[in-house]
């Protein structure tokens, strides 16, 4: 009797042991599979969540609440694949987002707070991070430079771009102050894209110091009162410290950080007045995906984009079939037609122009910085690869990008011009007017870049025939 329930104990015990290890063993393998799993999904969804942006966007809009990153794992994990994936598939076929990875073999980054001296200037840069995080290959990211009296900008980019936004904010002295209400206006009192996607890094000269900079992780510790005007609206340039102390715009100091900050492959450094047509991050993914033509060349490449300025009172145009009807009533225009004609003209604008729109976007043709376009200044999406900016330089004395154009040419870069998608300026064309102060600067800028930069990149990058700063 006794011994039996001995033997009894002894089995019950090697049975639940064997439970156990059973269970151990099984939950250790399977959660790598999980993860694999979670990551997929989240691949699926990050994709599927830029596809239809134009709904969920238009939903949370309106809604209080944040969704977080986390969030997105949660989704379903299976998703019908035709929709990730341009062509008929079976199950295997990777999808754009994989492909995109393979192709370009990136390495993601993390998004770390950190304060920096960068030459003249102290940097915070993350200083007030998106919620949303990208792979690097899961999106561009458009980087930007601006002061706060430039941030009414910010939300219609954001309802066209619906993607990351790195932003470098010039803030001296007080402007450091108004530069946070600005942003905590926009992230509290303009529904959730501001703080879904934007990143904001904030800098100024280390002469100009602001009096308090409270660190990173207690900005924001009060929702921002919303009755109050936004903070950036109808900003008299002459009551800006930057302003009053006569200080430059180190455009190039704000669009380099603003570019090293990027999480993801590909880049689109742009102006922030410059509003990119809707769909272009998952039309250039898909292109990219597809690998075919003149992306097979061994040449380095960039992405210009056709740049169009509309009247005051006109709308921004949805696609190029708008726009096109915008030229032909000349409510729309080449951007800087009336200013500096040959500043913005782009390889083959003509047909381009007249080139009916199509679905998705294709390489429209492969142009060249030489001949007529030695001084071309294009906005591109590129990678990080691309030679930055010279720092030296600032937005009042011009030819801010010239330099990076000289690198560009040397390199034989080729220009892929895309088709079906360009950016709009913030509507109000442009006309030319007579600023003594900034003529000044540029004759200044010009001498600084023919006797000093321009040696120093026949140095660095060489020379060839038909490349010009
Ligand atoms: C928010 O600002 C408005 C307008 O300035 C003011 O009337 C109101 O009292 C403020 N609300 C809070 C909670 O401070
Ligand atoms: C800003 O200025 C414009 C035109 O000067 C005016 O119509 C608008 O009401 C002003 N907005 C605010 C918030 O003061
Ligand atoms: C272009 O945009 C207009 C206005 O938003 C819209 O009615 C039209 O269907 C769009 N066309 C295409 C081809 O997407
Ligand atoms: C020009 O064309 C656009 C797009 O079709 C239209 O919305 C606008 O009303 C037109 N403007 C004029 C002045 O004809
Ligand atoms: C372009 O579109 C217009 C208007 O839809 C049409 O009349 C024209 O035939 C098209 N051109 C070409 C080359 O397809």
Request: aromatic fraction near 10%; hydrophobic fraction near 40%.
């Amino acid at each position: 009797m006794y011994s039996n329930r001995k033997s009894f104990i002894i089995k019950l015990l090697v049975v639940a042991c064997i439970i156990y290890l059973c269970i151990h063993v099984l939950t250790n393998n399977a959660a790598p599979v999980i993860r694999e799993l979670q990551e997929s999904g989240r691949n699926l969804a990050a994709l599927d969540s830029s596809v239809n942006l134009e709904q969920t966007a238009l939903a949370q809009e309106g809604d209080a609440k944040e969704v977080l990153p986390v969030v997105e794992s949660t989704k379903p994990v299976v998703k019908p694949s035709s929709e990730v994936v341009t062509t008929e598939l079976p199950k295997k076929q990777p999808t754009v987002l994989e492909r995109v990875k393979e192709l370009t073999q990136c390495l993601d980054k993390p998004m770390v707070p950190k304060t920096q001296q960068r030459g003249d200037y102290w940097v915070l840069y993350n200083y007030i991070t998106a919620e949303k995080r990208f792979r690097c290959q899961e999106s561009i990211t458009y980087t930007t430079h601006a002061d706060y009296s430039f941030m009414d900008n910010l939300v219609p980019l954001l309802e066209r771009w619906r993607g990351p936004i790195s932003i470098a904010m010039h803030a001296p002295g007080t402007d450091f102050a108004n530069t946070l209400e600005s942003i905590a206006y926009l992230r509290d009192c303009t529904g959730s894209l501001v703080k879904e996607y934007v990143t904001f890094h904030v800098y100024f000269s280390t002469k100009h110091v602001p009096k308090e900079v409270p660190k990173h992780n207690s900005i924001f510790t009060e929702p921002y009162n919303c009755s109050v005007t936004p903070p950036f609206l109808n900003v008299s340039a002459e009551n800006m410290y930057k302003a009053q102390k006569k200080l430059l715009y180190p455009v190039n100091v704000g669009r380099n950080v603003a570019r090293e900050m990027a999480q993801t492959h590909y880049i689109l450094p742009s102006d922030i007045e410059l509003y990119p047509s809707p769909n272009l991050i998952e039309m250039f993914l898909e292109m990219i995906a597809e690998n075919k033509g003149p992306l097979l060349s061994k040449n380095p490449k960039v992405f210009p984009l056709h740049i169009f300025e509309v009247s005051a009172n006109q709308p921004v145009p949805d696609n190029k079939t708008v726009l096109k009807e915008m030229l032909a009533n000349s409510t729309a225009l080449p951007f800087h037609k009336k200013l500096c004609p040959g500043c913005h003209s782009v390889p083959k604008a003509k047909e381009w122009q007249m080139a009916n729109e199509t679905k998705g976007v294709h390489i429209f043709h492969i142009g060249k910085r030489n001949g007529r376009f030695i001084h071309w200044e294009p906005i591109f999406i590129g990678t990080h690869s691309d030679p930055l900016y010279d720092e030296r330089l600032s937005w009042e004395g011009k030819s801010d990008k010239m330099t990076q154009g000289y690198a560009l040419c040397v390199m034989d870069y080729d220009f892929l011009i895309l088709d079906n998608a360009f950016l709009v300026h913030k509507p109000g064309i442009k006309v030319y007017k007579k600023d003594p102060k900034r003529s000044m600067l540029a004759a200044k800028t010009n001498q600084l870049i023919r006797k000093i930069i321009f040696p120093e990149l026949k140095v660095l990058y060489g020379i060839k025939k038909g490349c010009a700063v």
